[in-house]
């Protein structure tokens, strides 16, 4: 067996019967989806009522606002017309209301649209303003047909509201949002990887500084090259990894199996459903979580799951040689944060060039050359693939980032066969540019 089959071993089975490897194995998912159920309880409870006060001079709008708490809002409306208005306004001010609606008497209601006022201490939500306006401007647009003698009635007739329904060009539906759900998967492994990224390189790191602190590596290195450590670690630390996600992907798999059959839905892309299943469906969920489901099949997953595995191992590969210098280069964790942040810039560069233009424009150039340059080509490239890529951009973009890695660790290793043996000096960027030289 050779000296780096030894070190991958070591680092593997150190990290792999770690206690809290196997605790956050099998608790992270239940984190998440504790997590993800939290969240979805806190934005279902209801929020504080707010009073807000209304002074309608013109006697047209307070009801309008008055049939608002019927609802389940989150304002309570009160008409205070008959109040004084400086009287109401220290009301706001010692903070009985949330907010005055002004609504004053004008000699027509042309001059209104620019005369109401929303008197608060705090600035209202946009959202809220935006509600206060469509209430007014309907009625005031609704008092402008009658006094034109215009028949509302047959106005409301004659509106149209068209329904825009999906299909594929072989002629079955579609479902709406289903771009939305691929982002959500692709920004979902992206985000993934990005973690992994970021929690077994800083592994790497302190498993470097650890060992260079307790001088145990001046013993590794009479019998390794730096280089066959450096690469030993950051191999063995990649494979726990993987480990750690075939075990989350079957865990996936088998609860969606056992969703599928609660649901009584065919996981394969090709079955044909049942009658009875269907009808069922549609009674219970409305005709659409069928075809959700269905759409969901229908996506590579092979492709996401097998450039999962790749992306994550090429992306870890390059950011864990850049970990791996560092740690090297440093006496301690504390000292090492100077380095570490050009380090993740790209990353979250990455995550939000996904989100805020593959979403849009999955194959356009931004995504496409974003998804091609190795610093962040592991996330964005998995954002893109459930939008479909063909598959020789796939092959550039792997083939960039294993090659970038291969030139990326013969540097880093120069760091590290300096930097390890480096103690009680402070390390500067120019300190790692002249180790890089010799």
């Not at 590969?317 to 210098?325: G, K, Q, V, W």
Request: glycine residues 6%.
């Amino acid at each position: 067996m050779s000296i780096i089959s030894l070190i991958i071993k070591r680092e593997f089975i150190a990290k792999v019967r770690n206690k809290s490897f196997i605790v956050m194995t099998f608790l992270s998912p239940l984190l998440f989806v504790g997590i993800a159920a939290f969240v979805g309880y806190l934005s279902t409870m209801k929020a504080d009522t707010k009073p807000i006060a209304i002074h309608d001079e013109t006697g047209l709008f307070a009801n309008e606002f008055l049939s608002l708490n019927k609802e389940d809002t989150e304002y309570r409306y009160s008409d205070l017309t008959l109040i004084d208005i400086n009287f109401l306004k220290d009301s706001i001010t010692k903070e009985n209301y949330e907010g005055l609606i002004y609504i004053p008497k004008v000699s027509n209601n042309k001059d209104l649209e620019n005369k109401i006022q929303f008197i608060s201490n705090e600035s209202p939500s946009l959202s809220f303003i935006e509600n206060v306006q469509d209430i007014i401007g309907r009625k005031l647009t609704k008092e402008n047909f009658n006094k034109a003698h215009l028949d509302t009635l047959a106005i409301k007739n004659a509106e149209s509201k068209v329904v825009v329904n999906l299909a594929k060009a072989s002629g079955e539906k579609s479902v709406k949002g289903l771009n939305e759900i691929k982002i959500a998967i692709g920004g979902a492994f992206g985000y993934l990887i990005m973690m992994f990224i970021i929690i077994y390189g800083n592994m790497v790191m302190r498993s470097v500084i650890e060992e260079k602190t307790n001088r145990i590596v001046e013993i590794i290195i009479s019998s390794v090259k730096p280089f066959q450590l450096m690469m030993g670690k950051i191999i063995g630390t990649s494979l726990a990894g993987l480990l750690q996600f075939f075990i989350w992907a079957i865990l996936g798999f088998v609860l969606m199996i056992v969703a599928s059959t609660f649901l009584g839905i065919d996981a394969s892309p090709t079955a044909k459903i049942p009658p009875s299943v269907i009808k069922e469906v549609h009674q219970e969920f409305g005709g659409m979580a069928q075809m959700y489901v269905r759409e969901l099949w229908g996506l590579p997953i092979f492709t996401i799951l097998f450039s999962f595995v790749i992306y994550f191992i090429g992306g870890y590969f390059l950011y864990s040689s850049f970990y791996a210098s560092i740690g090297a280069a440093v006496d301690s964790e504390t000292d090492s944060q100077q380095f570490l942040l050009p380090i993740i810039m790209p990353l979250v560069l990455a995550v939000y060039i996904g989100f805020f233009t593959v979403i849009n424009n999955p194959h356009g150039t931004i995504a496409t050359v974003f998804s091609m340059i190795p610093l962040t080509s592991p996330i964005v490239m998995l954002m893109r693939i459930p939008f479909g890529v063909p598959w020789w951009q796939i092959a550039i973009s792997v083939t960039i980032l294993f090659g970038t890695f291969f030139f990326v660790v013969w540097f880093a290793a120069k760091i590290y066969r300096v930097g390890i043996l480096m103690y009680g000096k402070k390390t500067t960027w120019k300190e790692m540019y002249k180790w890089l030289k010799y």
